[in-house]
């Protein structure tokens, strides 16, 4: 019988100590953050669901977010400053990228540019439109460079979701999978939810994290409830994000 006393079990009430690898905080150089401010807001709200650890991860995309270590170094100062200046206490905060493989990525990687989340893992994306077509030699390339590539937001990609057998080509590839909070919420469409759904029961993800590029992706999260079938995957899936990068 129904209960009117069933608590809903919010994922946010499950991210204390969690540390965030995958944000678009640091203002001013892609379509997260615009300002300091900005970014001081979102910290705010992480602060709020008990994430003080951040790995900022702004776009490097080719004729469109030309960013580089300089560049993105820069605007983390910005974000330390006000953190600073606001009397924060607890806040970890430091830099890497997520990076499009595009025609300009394995030349980045080449010239020692690319940003990489830790030691050796290093955040990578795909156009939402098509394939890479230099998706191989780029995987090659950071195989050479003894890094792990952590594939962002998989679950988003209209042409792997309409064939889904590729997904476990790529994991043969020893590519790991990172899960966007909000996909789990239906937050980027149904077939985005069904997806990410899939994968998490399969066993196919690896790591978890926001995404976050603004105040809505947080206020959406914070509304995000954990369906009991999820529940053990997606906290296991904090926990070894926990592990990999703490």
Do not use: W
Not at 68 to 88: L, M, N, Q, R, S
Not at 205 to 212: L, M, N, Q, T, V
């Amino acid at each position: 019988m129904f209960s009117f006393f069933n608590k809903k079990d919010f994922l946010v009430d499950h991210l204390e100590g969690f540390i965030d690898i995958h944000n678009h905080i640091l203002p001013g150089i892609d379509d997260g953050a615009k300002s300091a401010n900005d970014s001081l807001q979102l910290v705010k709200m992480f602060r709020e669901f008990g994430v003080t650890d951040f790995i900022c991860t702004p776009h490097i995309m080719h004729n469109y977010y030309d960013n580089t270590p300089k560049t993105i170094k820069k605007a983390f100062k910005k974000v330390k400053k006000v953190i600073t200046e606001e009397g924060f206490t607890g806040i970890k905060i430091s830099f890497a990228a997520e990076h499009m493989i595009d025609d300009n990525f394995e030349q980045i990687l080449q010239n020692g540019n690319a940003l990489p989340l830790n030691s050796n893992h290093i955040l990578i994306e795909m156009s939402y439109l098509q394939p890479s077509i230099n998706f191989d030699s780029a995987l090659d390339l950071i195989n050479e460079k003894q890094l792990f590539s952590v594939f962002a937001h998989p679950e988003r990609y209209q042409y792997l979701n309409k064939n889904q057998g590729q997904y476990s080509a790529l994991k043969a590839k020893g590519i790991k999978f990172q899960l966007n909070m909000l996909s789990l919420g239906g937050y980027y469409g149904k077939e985005v939810q069904k997806t990410a759904q899939t994968l998490l029961k399969n066993g196919f993800y690896d790591f978890i994290g926001s995404d976050a590029h603004g105040k809505r992706h947080l206020f959406g999260l914070s509304k995000l409830t954990l369906e009991q079938r999820n529940k053990k995957n997606v906290i296991a899936l904090i926990e070894n994000t926990k592990a990999a990068f703490l």
